[in-house]
């Protein structure tokens, strides 16, 4: 499949258009979607499970341009019919499994009646997902992600428009390699740590060279969805 390539930014500013409304990034975590959107004329909340996942998006936002609460995906700490556009940005399938259609029915509770639901998740595909793997195996999760998007019917969701595209990336070295995964989740640091070696390795030879030395690029496939209202 040839897919188009383009920031994440730039599909979900394409697909819904957030300028000056209410939105909702949950799983901010450094809060650099926040810190876009609100650039863009958006009202931006970010949601993160914990104060100390918040604290990079608090400290980076020194204008203190979006607003930052602590809660889980199934159970958004806002009102009913609050949000124009409540975003997953590539953390649906860092909620648990069992908790990925209530986070949808959570993110539908929130909406407005002309709102949307964005989702933008990761595909299993490619060299970036195989040395992620080294980390964490994601195929389970990511696979579920997905069902459950296909299933949003049963959170009052109805599927619209889907887009696959590529983001690229460079990462200067290993180092900035495991400061990406661990941003998203901390316990990532131990498991890193138990395969130092071979990950470093296998960093080494995946993607392709960068301009700088020990500096390797990956590219991402990606398959956004915008769900609305069934109802």
């Known amino acids: 499949m040839v897919r188009e390539a383009g920031t994440d930014l730039e599909i979900l500013d394409r697909l819904v258009r957030p300028a000056g409304k209410d939105v909702v990034d949950i799983g901010c975590g450094g809060?650099?979607?926040?810190?876009?959107?609100?650039?863009?004329?958006a009202r931006v909340t970010g949601i993160e499970i914990s104060a100390e996942q918040l604290a990079a998006a608090l400290a980076a936002d020194g204008e203190g341009n979006g607003r930052y609460l602590v809660g889980r995906a199934?159970?958004?700490?806002?009102?009913d019919t609050s949000i124009d556009?409540?975003?997953f940005?590539?953390?649906l399938h860092h909620v648990s499994i069992a908790g990925m259609l209530p986070a949808l029915r959570e993110a539908r509770r929130v909406l407005r009646r002309d709102g949307v639901v964005y989702v933008s998740e990761p595909l299993p595909e490619g060299d970036f997902f195989a040395l992620t793997s080294l980390v964490e195996d994601e195929l389970e999760v990511r696979a579920a992600a997905q069902r459950s998007i296909a299933d949003a019917g049963q959170a009052g969701l109805?599927?619209?428009?889907?887009?696959e595209y590529e983001v690229s990336f460079c990462l200067a070295d290993v180092e900035a390699f495991l400061k990406r995964l661990v941003s998203v989740d901390p316990a990532r640091a131990a498991m890193f740590a138990a395969r130092e070696a071979e990950i470093t390795a296998a960093f080494s030879q995946m993607g392709t060279a960068g301009d700088a030395?020990?500096?390797r690029c990956f590219i991402q496939p990606m398959r956004a969805d915008v769900l609305h209202p069934a109802d």
């Open 89 to 91: 940005m590539r953390s």
């Open 158 to 163: 109805r599927r619209g428009a889907t887009l």
């Open 31 to 41: 809060g650099t979607l926040v810190r876009a959107l609100a650039a863009r004329g």
């Open 74 to 79: 199934e159970e958004l700490p806002l009102p």
């Open 213 to 215: 030395p020990g500096e």
């Open 85 to 87: 556009v409540a975003v």
